[in-house]
């Protein structure tokens, strides 16, 4: 059983940084594409990065030169380096795993095989 687990979220001050974690449990990460989500109260989840062997490195407009998104092989975990965070990007954010498609990189969320509970960030002074 696949099982995905998110850290890292909390309360940081616009400006500053949060690095996100997700450990996967159960398979490993070269046989998947690895997503981030974000959903914010009353939004939709949306797509914010990807990442797998076939498309490399995929990122949101929303999140282009502030996130970026990596994986350590050995440890099986994701992470997303969150950058310059600003209001708008407090959300609950989590972690996806695709087997087969394109869902991650168009953002379909209902595509993606398997989902974390998700880790809260919020963006406040």
């Known amino acids: 059983q696949v099982r995905l687990v998110e850290s890292g979220g909390g309360l940081v001050q616009p400006g500053n940084s949060l690095r996100l974690s997700c450990a996967v449990f159960?398979?490993?990460?070269?046989?998947?594409?690895i997503g981030w989500f974000r959903q914010a109260p009353g939004k939709e989840r949306e797509g914010i990065s990807c990442m797998s062997s076939n498309i490399g490195e995929y990122y949101a407009e929303s999140a282009k030169g502030r996130f970026t998104i990596s994986r350590d092989y050995a440890k099986n975990t994701v992470y997303l380096q969150m950058n310059n965070l600003k209001p708008e990007d407090t959300a609950v954010y989590y972690c996806a795993l695709e087997a087969y498609g394109s869902s991650c990189v168009l953002g379909y969320s209902a595509g993606m095989d398997y989902w974390g509970k998700g880790t809260l960030v919020t963006v406040s002074s």
């Open positions: 159960g398979s490993t990460l070269d046989q998947y594409t």
